[in-house]
């Protein structure tokens, strides 16, 4: 099954990947994946991100006035079908910066691409998070939300070596420092994290599960599917996906939390 289909992407739309563990990585696959079923993919973020590689995205457009992207970019999806849009470049560390979601919905709306896949918040670099007060920055048009975790962070010491905000992560779940992250934290965080993200009606939230490598993993990623299914009426998430992103993309679980995902 490609990573579209486990997602439940669907046809055309704005897709909001937030959270840890991946969303780099899932946001240039499931441009390259869409792109070759034929689709005009951009790649954006309403945060900071790395330039991408060649490899991840054929073409790099840095503007944020609208008229210009608006005159420029369906020439360069014609010729590319996928291409990574920034605001601009910092100077210092060579990150892009991002559009603002206004932006990305203006850009929707003026059906300049098929979908348009934004990694709306950072991580740097740990498996699981807890959000900001200002983030994550999702635009409104989003028709998919992606929750990624890191099912690496599963048992570990809750520090900042694993949990990026982690005295966050503490106060709005109640786990103490150092102690093992638990699935029921996890839990916890999510309908946190979830309660402060507003989408348009009809939007999916999917949670990914990611890094399932090992036996161990996975058996994490199917107890939180589990906790999740067995609460009446389940919250937050329509579909639960385990998978590994690390090289040939592996689904290992899906679960629908709600009969409208099909």
């Not at 599963?154 to 150092?178: I, K, N």
Request: proline share 5%; aromatic share 4%.
């Amino acid at each position: 099954m490609s990573l579209s289909e486990a997602l439940a992407l669907g046809g055309s739309g704005v897709i909001s990947l937030v959270g840890a563990g991946g969303k780099t990585t899932l946001l240039y696959s499931l441009a390259a994946e869409l792109a070759a079923a034929g689709q005009r993919v951009l790649t954006t973020t309403t945060t900071k991100i790395y330039p991408p590689a060649a490899h991840q995205s054929p073409h790099l457009v840095l503007s944020d006035d609208l008229d210009f992207l608006c005159a420029t970019l369906p020439a360069a999806l014609a010729k590319y079908r996928h291409l990574t849009v920034a605001a601009g470049r910092e100077a210092k560390s060579g990150k892009l910066y991002g559009l603002p979601a206004k932006t990305v919905d203006r850009l929707f709306a003026g059906r300049l691409a098929d979908t348009i896949i934004v990694e709306a918040d950072g991580a740097a670099g740990r498996p699981l998070k807890a959000f900001a007060p200002h983030e994550p920055v999702v635009p409104v048009s989003t028709g998919r939300l992606v929750y990624l975790l890191g099912l690496t962070a599963l048992g570990r010491p809750l520090s900042e070596e694993w949990v990026f905000r982690a005295g966050q992560y503490s106060r709005c779940t109640g786990l103490a420092a150092m102690a093992a992250v638990s699935e029921e934290s996890v839990v916890a965080m999510l309908d946190h994290d979830l309660a402060g993200i507003v989408l348009a009606g009809g939007a999916l939230r999917i949670l990914l599960c990611t890094q399932a490598e090992s036996e161990q993993a996975i058996a994490a990623g199917h107890r939180l599917a589990e906790l999740l299914a067995g609460r009446q009426p389940p919250r937050c998430f329509d579909r639960v996906v385990v998978a590994t992103l690390a090289g040939s993309s592996l689904i290992r679980h899906i679960g629908n939390l709600k009969e409208r995902v099909v």
